[in-house]
């Protein structure tokens, strides 16, 4: 009871965050638990519920926070890489590729994780306001690229390129039998974007 008292909901809520990495990153999502995650931060399981109505909300509040990390490192990429665009883009294929090998337990479950049936579908608005964060890091350089195309055909060049980065991922990491060094992916990842950049360039019109 005295370790309760000495932790906001705040604090709880982050020591359930953290553990619940812990256990996914180590053992994947189907080993999470609430009981697993009580024991490991020396709370009762009602206390979890009492931050995380059920384990649906808890996985995607920390798929959430995957995916904001993932932004936060492409953006930092971004303004490293920020002089020469094609190898911006190529940086930034790179660390998407390089973070998913890195947390594969973790990345996976962002698109596979599906709720039980006995739970509401979460709201996907969620995810699609996280991931447009993360494919604008590609448009940036994108629209530097060839600032006389419209932000609409911007937009859709950059969802395009990070959903063929985000399957050569998913082909190479978590396909089977398929096996990949990351070397293999970066390899991979910028044969996607140098032939991405030289056809999507090849459509502009002749000035």
Same mark, same amino acid.
């Given at each position: +009871?005295?370790?309760?008292?000495?932790?906001?909901?705040?604090?709880?809520?982050? +020591?359930?965050? /953290?553990?619940?990495?812990?256990?996914?990153?180590? /053992?994947?999502?189907?080993?999470?638990? *609430?009981?697993?995650?009580?024991?490991?931060?020396?709370?009762?399981?009602?206390?979890?519920?009492?931050?995380?109505?059920? +384990?649906?909300?808890?996985?995607?509040?920390?798929?959430?926070?995957?995916?904001?990390?993932?932004?936060?490192?492409?953006?930092?990429?971004?303004?490293?890489?920020?002089?020469?665009?094609?190898?911006?883009?190529?940086?930034?294929?790179?660390?998407?590729?390089?973070?998913?090998s890195r947390n594969i337990n973790r990345w @996976?479950?962002?698109?596979?994780?599906?709720?039980?049936?006995?739970?509401?579908?979460?709201?996907?608005?969620?995810?699609?306001?996280?991931? /447009?964060?993360?494919?604008? @890091?590609?448009?940036?350089?994108?629209?530097?690229? *060839?600032? @006389?195309?419209?932000?609409?055909?911007?937009?859709?060049?950059?969802?395009?390129?990070?959903?063929?980065?985000?399957?050569?991922?998913?082909?190479?990491?978590?396909?089977?039998?398929? *096996? *990949?060094?990351?070397?293999?992916?970066?390899?991979?990842?910028?044969?996607?974007?140098?032939?991405?950049?030289?056809?999507?360039?090849?459509?502009?019109?002749? @000035?």
């Amino acid at each position: +009871m005295a370790r309760r008292r000495k932790h906001s909901l705040t604090e709880i809520r982050d +020591m359930i965050l /953290d553990s619940a990495e812990e256990i996914i990153t180590r /053992d994947g999502v189907d080993k999470l638990t *609430a009981r697993q995650i009580a024991g490991d931060i020396g709370y009762t399981v009602g206390s979890i519920y009492m931050v995380f109505p059920s +384990m649906t909300h808890l996985i995607t509040h920390f798929n959430a926070s995957t995916l904001d990390n993932v932004a936060a490192r492409l953006a930092l990429v971004r303004e490293q890489e920020a002089e020469n665009k094609e190898q911006c883009l190529e940086e930034l294929a790179k660390a998407y590729l390089n973070y998913a090998s890195r947390n594969i337990n973790r990345w @996976q479950i962002v698109f596979d994780y599906r709720a039980p049936g006995n739970v509401s579908p979460i709201d996907i608005d969620w995810l699609q306001q996280r991931i /447009d964060v993360i494919t604008r @890091q590609f448009a940036i350089p994108l629209h530097q690229l *060839a600032p @006389q195309r419209p932000e609409p055909e911007i937009t859709l060049a950059a969802r395009s390129l990070w959903a063929g980065i985000h399957g050569i991922g998913t082909l190479f990491l978590i396909g089977k039998p398929i *096996a *990949a060094t990351p070397d293999h992916l970066n390899d991979s990842g910028i044969l996607l974007v140098r032939n991405f950049i030289r056809g999507w360039l090849a459509e502009l019109p002749a @000035q």
